[in-house]
């Protein structure tokens, strides 16, 4: 920070503001390693810091919603009772703001079981052979094809999907991406700012774990950070997700920038910033002396 000596340069904010975050972006920069990650998003101290850094506005946990008119009931309590009743609020809000998975991408099914040329040319389309019962999840279900050239093999994700849309329809999933998901209509609603629209989609949709709703999200959170829009998500269940994505790839300048414009206090800037180092490569050895430092 500036010196006493310099009451001018103290009273020019935006000065502070550079001063601050290209300080803690160069920091950014010493710290990054080659090592993979050593922690992660599930680890308790990861989950305190993207809780916090949410943030709780129970005005946008609880908006208004469009909803059939019904008759409102007022209620008259005492004290001890409305404190009761703000407490179960605010506890109803945090299992809301509860961040959806964050899995890497599953690896590709689709694997050769059997090679029988006798079998070619007897079905003019794929048959697809799936295990219904109920005993079984529909990640470890059987399901395999017989392609129309006598090959018989494992389902690829894609199939494995839509079979068990069919079998064990999952609520609000369609058999197909929607059109909302991809192309032309999800650059348009990131253009209209509707990018927890397209995230609670993605969610309904698509398993944490699949491409699809890897790159949605991924296409999402690069908009947000690119055009400066942190706030459409904070303090929404989506967050804690966007921040993870921006720490993991050292792109933590924007949203730094944002919540020093914002009057929030410094020490939540340097808690993002140092946990992107210490939480994600403890076994750098400048991140853990700065860490014994502080």
Not at 267 to 277: F, K, L, P, Y
Request: aromatic share 6%.
């Amino acid at each position: 920070f500036p010196h006493p000596s310099l009451p001018h340069a103290m009273a020019n904010r935006s000065w502070l503001l550079k001063l601050a975050v290209g300080g803690l972006s160069r920091a950014s920069c010493r710290y990054k390693s080659t090592q993979p990650p050593a922690k992660s998003v599930t680890d308790e101290q990861v989950q305190k810091l993207l809780t916090r850094m949410t943030g709780l506005d129970l005005d946008k946990v609880f908006k208004t919603r469009r909803e059939p008119l019904s008759q409102p009931l007022y209620k008259l309590v005492d004290e001890h009772q409305l404190k009761k009743s703000q407490m179960e609020t605010v506890q109803r809000a945090r299992e809301l703001l509860k961040m959806p998975p964050v899995l890497p991408q599953r690896k590709e099914k689709g694997e050769l079981i059997q090679d029988d040329t006798k079998l070619a040319g007897l079905e003019d389309t794929n048959v697809v052979f799936t295990d219904i019962s109920q005993t079984e999840s529909n990640s470890s279900r059987r399901i395999v094809v017989r392609e129309k050239n006598g090959n018989l093999r494992g389902a690829t994700w894609d199939e494995r999907d839509r079979m068990c849309q069919i079998y064990f329809p999952a609520l609000g999933r369609q058999l197909t991406l929607p059109a909302m998901l991809q192309g032309n209509d999800l650059a348009r609603l990131l253009k209209e700012q509707r990018h927890k629209e397209v995230l609670e989609r993605a969610n309904i949709q698509c398993e944490p774990d699949s491409k699809d709703y890897i790159r949605v999200h991924h296409m999402v959170y690069d908009d947000i950070d690119q055009r400066g829009l942190y706030d459409l998500l904070r303090s929404t269940r989506h967050f804690g997700g966007l921040l993870w994505y921006l720490m993991t790839r050292q792109l933590l300048k924007g949203i730094l920038e944002e919540m020093l414009e914002k009057n929030q206090s410094l020490s939540n800037v340097t808690v993002v910033e140092g946990s992107c180092r210490d939480l994600r490569y403890p076994g750098d050895r400048t991140a853990v002396s700065n860490s014994s430092s502080h």
